[in-house]
């Protein structure tokens, strides 16, 4: 079975600009996670969707959302981007043992 | 929001055993998650425990106290290979994952 993937893996972008990021679960899994993690705060959860839908929601502004789409793929948008958004952003998927993440390689976004 | 509590360091000698504790508070709870992490790498799961007690796997072992607030991840026959970062998590009652800020070990020859 593929793992996770996730591109980007590598994003360079200006403040103000906007970004969206993808991530594709190993196929069959339905929840798919997605985390920030930064030197300072370490990892912190951003949204968990399942079925299309927004099941859970971190602590962040709205300038992050997420999306998935029917066949699991999931999207993270960043709008209006600051320079504390540099950060390696991670993927997770889950399948029916839902307790066990797997995790993607993740996105390095850096800020300018 | 969620408090979980790991230390920041730890070092150890290969073939040693190394225990890594993890002391949590949470609103609710539905599970206790160990992950490693190797450097530029992504997290890797380790453990999951939901009841009180060991949970053995390999040269891993992980072990929750409930009432405590408390887990640990003992490390056995340490080798080279286990220098990570080693990241606690806690599930809480709206099954949100919130993460430790991990632990670096270090394995020394």
């Known amino acids: 079975k593929a793992g996770v993937t996730q591109t980007p893996r590598y994003l360079i972008k200006t403040r103000g600009q906007q970004v969206t990021l993808s991530c594709s679960p190993i196929s069959g899994h339905r929840s798919v996670s997605w985390y920030q993690q930064t030197p300072g705060q370490g990892l912190q959860f951003l949204f968990e969707?399942?079925?299309?839908?927004?099941?859970n929601k971190g602590n962040f502004p709205g300038r992050f959302s997420g999306r998935q789409f029917s066949n699991s793929r999931s999207e993270m948008n960043v709008s209006t981007l600051e320079l504390g958004d540099s950060a390696l952003y991670l993927c997770a998927s889950s399948g029916a043992e839902s307790y066990e993440q797997y995790f993607g390689p993740g996105t390095r976004l850096t800020v300018t | 929001g969620q408090n979980i509590d790991q230390p920041t360091e730890m070092t150890a000698t290969e073939g040693a055993i190394v225990q890594i504790n993890c002391t949590y508070q949470?609103?609710?709870?539905?599970?206790l998650f160990w992950y490693q992490q190797h450097a530029g790498e992504a997290p890797t799961f380790l453990s999951y425990n939901v009841l009180d007690g060991l949970e053995e796997k390999g040269r891993f072992s992980s072990f929750l106290s409930r009432s405590k607030g408390y887990s640990y991840l003992l490390l056995k026959e340490l080798q080279m290979k286990d220098s990570a970062s080693y990241l606690c998590?806690?599930?809480?009652?709206?099954?949100?994952?919130?993460f430790g800020a991990g632990t670096t070990v270090t394995v020394r020859a």
């Open positions: 998590a806690v599930r809480d009652g709206e099954y949100k994952l919130s």
């Open positions: 969707y399942f079925s299309e839908t927004q099941r």
């Open positions: 949470t609103s609710g709870f539905n599970g």
